[in-house]
């Protein structure tokens, strides 16, 4: 089955504050970037996920405030998550270092993003390309599929 895109309800999200209090007890901190962190962002996400999403965090923080959040430790990017990078009301992308993924701080940046997706005045939230992690945001978020939703957005970008 291809990528598909999914719809979160934003007004029924599960409070952020637990999560973020379970991860500074680990000594994470969930934060939105700004201006003087932007290189250090972009560096780690063009060297755990590539090019293709450097670019779009590159968008998402083009913006003031910025539409991207990262989960630092002992001073150092652990992860990251965006939305409204490729398209408005989208979110995503967002990767976790390989050796960081357990311990929520990937479920951290998901609802920062999705809160303040919320507070902007949006009703709904689309995932954008979810594939194998799917389940993660059906689970975490209740997000579903949204029908024929492939490629959508993505059907035009440029090959070589």
């Given at each position: 089955?291809?990528?598909?895109d999914l719809i979160v309800k934003l007004w029924d999200l599960p409070p952020k504050e637990p999560v973020l209090q379970r991860l500074a007890e680990?000594?994470?901190?969930i934060k939105r970037v700004i201006a003087p962190d932007r290189a250090r962002v972009l560096q780690f996400v063009d060297k755990h996920f590539g090019?293709?999403?450097m670019h779009e965090c590159e968008a998402a923080l083009s913006t003031v405030p910025s539409t991207c959040y990262v989960a630092v430790k002992d001073r150092e990017v652990i992860g990251f998550a965006c939305f409204e990078a490729t398209?408005?009301?989208y979110f995503g992308p967002i990767g976790v270092a390989p050796d960081c993924r357990e311990g929520g701080v990937g479920t951290g940046?998901?609802?920062s993003c999705l809160h303040s997706m919320w507070e902007m005045g949006y009703a709904y939230a689309i995932i954008g390309w979810a594939d194998e992690p799917a389940?993660?945001?059906?689970?975490?978020?209740?997000?579903?599929?949204?029908?024929n939703?492939?490629?959508?957005i993505y059907k035009n970008l440029i090959r070589k």
């Open positions: 089955m291809p990528a598909q680990q000594k994470v901190t090019a293709g999403w398209c408005k009301n940046l998901l609802l389940p993660f945001y059906e689970k975490t978020v209740g997000a579903i599929p949204i029908p939703s492939h490629p959508a």
